[in-house]
């Protein structure tokens, strides 16, 4: 990483500022194709067990625990640059213990324009309130 041309700050500030941040030019082509296969293959392998709790639906592919289910992730997530932002938003102290990858699918047969997926959670998972009483 070039310190000269590279100011983590201001992505940092963007998250500050706006909830997220893109950082450019943090992964090659080859990066891309290399994540996506092992991606498609978690995907597939973990897909009975993503449908019985149903983080895979006709909409959405999805899987916890992703260090543990390809080699392949157990590197990609050390990029320096996206490292450096991550360290200035929550300090230098900070471990990365879990990630969750999620794909959004087409639509599914409903309109284009609403095709897309939110996932809020009202109530924090670890409050430790049945979903069922959220409501209330």
Do not use: C
């Amino acid at each position: 990483m070039n310190a000269k041309t590279f100011d983590a700050r201001k992505y940092a500030k963007e998250i500050e500022d706006q909830g997220y941040t893109i950082v450019p030019d943090t992964l090659s082509e080859v990066q891309i194709r290399d994540a996506t296969t092992a991606m498609l293959e978690v995907y597939e392998r973990e897909r009975e067990i993503s449908e019985t709790v149903e983080t895979q639906t006709e909409h959405a592919l999805g899987v916890h625990h992703l260090f543990a289910k390809h080699r392949y992730f157990e590197e990609f997530y050390l990029n320096d640059k996206v490292n450096a932002v991550v360290r200035l938003v929550l300090g230098d102290d900070m471990v990365l213990t879990e990630t969750h990858a999620r794909s959004i699918l087409p639509s599914g047969g409903r309109e284009e324009r609403h095709g897309f997926q939110v996932h809020v959670d009202r109530v924090p998972y670890w409050s430790g309130r049945d979903h069922e009483n959220w409501d209330t």
